[in-house]
């Protein structure tokens, strides 16, 4: 093949017109400094409290990884950790499900329309968690809203208070705007005029949409995923009100511990292992993040 | 170098066809022909309807009233993935996550072909672009131009009979826009394939075309070759957009078969009448304007208008000036190599004879539309 005249062209001052241009190379010196307020808050309110967590539960009572040892060795604490990640687990799954068409219908509408969508997400923000909680008891009880109608429409009732589903669900409805913010994100800026062009190629248009759109949007899934999973693993005020005995999650566990048994050392083990599990979650998530197109955004 | 196999092109047949936007009307009673294997170019400025037109060749819009065949059939109501049509966008369109070659296989894979056929077929595509290096590539790490071409290949690989572009080099520089128009005319001439084009540059229309349909307003103001939009405009409008010109207004009155226009009490003789009761207005090109000194040189029959030069520039190969009339018009000229040389406020002659003016009906929308 001969040299194309454009790659001679390219060395010209206008020449790759599509290049991106590098920003991020505006650094003036001691822009570090910028961070200082929030990194001292940091260290305040989680570096220090996070210290002592985990210097107690290697220390308390006795120096040693004792916590840790007992932390394992009981099957309920084992059946415990387990149930969380799979509560969570559901919960994830369940808010990808309700997220995404959510996510993408808030693409697709006007301008009220969205701004209504938009409402709906957050303001279950500015409602307290107990309050949620407990319109959530009131619904999913057993003489509560869904099983009046389940009777009324002549099926039977199903348990849901003090049972996974009820605690799944309820955790599913506090953390779908995690779920749907980051997927919105990425949706909105993706290029929808990908799809016509899809079409003009011959993608039928679900096929424009599952093999253009959906591979775009996964960033925003990955995201949405992570936030709600690790935020599911520490939840404490849902579960702990909709759940019964046979649902409990280890926040439960750990409050259990260090308010009621004022065991700061089994409860810190056990707040530890919860963190160093999410943070192998996080690294083994890390790839996926990492692609190597980075954008869909409009050119012209 | 081996192209895509060479295909026949399709014949389109656009009849009265008008596109609404609810009260706002795009497109008015469009009539247009194109030949198989036509190069047509919709020519015009922003606004007028280019992209409409062709969104509804492509299948994107729907057509509000009107026929439109593409190939000899109805596709009126048939969705875009079956039209069978390539389409280059100016926004490029590639897939970012998928590399050049995956792109380029993509409308292979939608139509069933796959193995070595695909890939032989997608190798082939980008050879014709000179593309083929550059395969594993993904689109952002491509210049425009690149991205462009790849754009062409992704159109091209599948053999359609028809490719639409909407400026496709609109968003490159002027160099790279250049050679790309050449690759472009090139690859028309090897494929076969009808190619309709939208630009709203003139000199790209014309380097590349069979024929230009020029919009106006959502209106085709005139199709034809570039040679006979430019010699002979049906409407001022044409005249202006296509080229350079001057346009001379006056008081006009018939004369037997001719015309005559009075413009600051000097008299300009035009063969020729305007049907109707349209104000004629006379449109000049600037190399049938001579520039004389005041009352020399005078040949028999010729028309002359009194000016100042405002400014003179030289272009190598000649001279071009701008002659500041008595009315204030501006009149362009061009001279070549070897002509007198005048400077910036000689008073000067400028000199053309009937039969090298264009007479035409003002039309006040022309004026407004290209400023
Ligand atoms: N979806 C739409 N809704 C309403 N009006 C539209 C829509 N699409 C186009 N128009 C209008 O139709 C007219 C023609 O648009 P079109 O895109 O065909 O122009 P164009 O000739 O391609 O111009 P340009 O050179 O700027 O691309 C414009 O006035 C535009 O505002
Ligand atoms: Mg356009």
Redesign the interface.
Known sequence: ??A???EG??T?P???????VFLSRFRPRGAVWLAAPAVLVLLVVLAYPLGIVVWRSFTDPAPGIENYVWFFQSAVNRTVLQRTFIVAGWVTLVSLVCAYPYAYAMTIVGKNMRLALILCVLVPFWLSGVVRTLAWVILLQDSGVINSILRGLGLSPVKLIRTLPGVIIGMTQVLLPFMILPIYSVMKGI?T??L??????????W??FL??YM??SLPGVYAGAIIVFILSLGFYITPALLGGPRSILLSSLVQNQVLSLLNWGRGGAMGVVLLIATFVLLALAAPLMR??????R??? | MTAPQRSAGAAIEIRKASKHYGAFTALKDIDLHIRPGEFMTLLGPSGSGKTTTLNLIAGFTDISSGALEIGGKSVTGLPSHKRNIGVVFQHYALFPHMTVGKNVAYPLSLRGIKGDDREKRVRRALDMVKMADFAHRYPNELSGGQQQRVALARALVFDPPLLLMDEPLGALDKKLREWLQLEIKRIHRELGTTFVYVTHDQEEALVLSDRIAVFNGGRIEQIGTGRELYDNPATLFVGRFIGESTVLRGVAEASGDNTIVTISGQKILAHGRLAGDARPVILLRPERVALKRPGVDAITGENRLTGTVAEAIYLGSGSKYEVRLADGTTAVARSPLGAVDFAIGDTVDIAFLPSDLILLPDDASADVTLT
Not at chain 1, 14 to 20: E, L, M, N, R
Not at chain 1, 196 to 205: D, T, Y
Request: glycine share 10%; hydrophobic share 30%.
């Open positions: 093949m001969t194309t005249p454009d062209l390219r010209g206008a020449a790759g017109s599509g290049q991106p290029d005029r990908l016509q062009a899809a079409r003009s190629l011959g993608a039928k248009p096929k424009a093999q253009i591979p775009l692609q190597k197109h980075t954008s869909s409009r050119e012209a």
